[in-house]
């Protein structure tokens, strides 16, 4: 008999989606054999204490075998989980996962593994401060209507207004590349992500995309690469203005999206301001 606790299978249940009586999506076949690598012929009286659905049986097994072949099969299953919502294009429930996955580390008696954190993870958690805004490349003037625009971006997170941050992120990013392109203009026309006309002349700075400032301040070394990296949320935020243009692309900006562009709004004003190292 394994030592579940009933928390634990309240976890198990929710992540395998029993509450409906199957297991994942298993069918009658699979379900037998997946039991079979480990020597359990699932579909027996044995296992048929509570009825004769794949949840109840699941139930049944958990009761009368070990821990450490419990452990085994809900640590496959765990596995077979997350590759059903990769290949489905589905976000795994990350909170119930853990859960789970900490119950079969008890199970099997096995350390649970160390996630080891995604570049974005690492970049979202570090520290950046909005810097002095008198020591970016634009007029005072602009640099007060800067100041109103990241408190406006702000309190629309709070409001979740998630849309609106990313078009007040990406106006005050435009906003601030543009002084630095206009106070340093050699610069940022000698470089090979310039774009150009027809002519092959470096087009005027007006008519450079966000996209476009944010390559060429990263390969001149006025802003870090993890800004390029991360700034796909911002880089079209033009283009979602226009309820048609957004439909087409279908953006739809979360709590994580908007999050991602002010903290790459942050990097990038700390950059061009010389506050990061």
């Not at 395998?16 to 199957?22: A, C, N």
């Not at 298993?26 to 054999?33: A, N």
């Not at 070990?66 to 077979?80: C, K, R, Y």
Request: overall charge neutral.
């Amino acid at each position: 008999m394994s030592a579940l606790t009933e928390i634990d299978k309240r976890y198990l249940e929710k992540i395998l989606g029993m509450q409906s009586g199957y297991v994942l999506d298993y069918s009658d076949t699979t379900f037998q054999e997946f039991f079979t690598r480990y020597g359990i012929e699932i579909h027996s009286q044995k296992y048929q204490t509570y009825g004769s659905s794949k949840a109840r049986k699941m139930r049944a097994f958990w009761e009368k075998e070990s821990d450490a072949i419990v452990g085994q099969v809900l640590d496959e299953m765990l596995g077979v989980y997350e590759v059903n919502c990769l290949l489905n294009g589905n976000q795994p429930d990350a909170v119930i996962l853990e859960q789970s996955r900490k119950v079969v580390a008890r199970l099997t008696g096995k350390p649970l593994a160390t996630k080891t954190m995604t570049a974005e993870e690492v970049f979202l958690q570090s520290e950046f401060s909005i810097p002095n805004l008198q020591k970016l490349p634009v007029e005072g003037a602009v640099a007060s209507i800067i100041e109103s625009r990241l408190k406006e971006a702000q309190a629309t997170m709070s409001a979740k207004a998630y849309l609106s941050t990313i078009f007040l992120c990406g106006s005050v990013l435009e906003a601030v590349l543009l002084g630095a392109a206009q106070k340093e203009p050699a610069r940022f026309n000698r470089s090979s992500s310039c774009p150009k006309t027809t002519e092959g002349k470096p087009k005027l700075f007006h008519d450079w995309t966000l996209s476009q400032l944010i390559d060429v301040s990263c390969e001149i070394g006025l802003l870090k690469p993890d800004v390029q990296k991360f700034s796909h949320g911002l880089r079209d935020f033009r283009n979602y203005i226009h309820p048609y243009a957004q439909m087409l692309s279908r953006f739809s900006p979360d709590k994580h999206t908007a999050t991602l562009c002010f903290q790459t709004l942050k990097a990038a004003l700390a950059s061009v301001a010389g506050e990061r190292a």
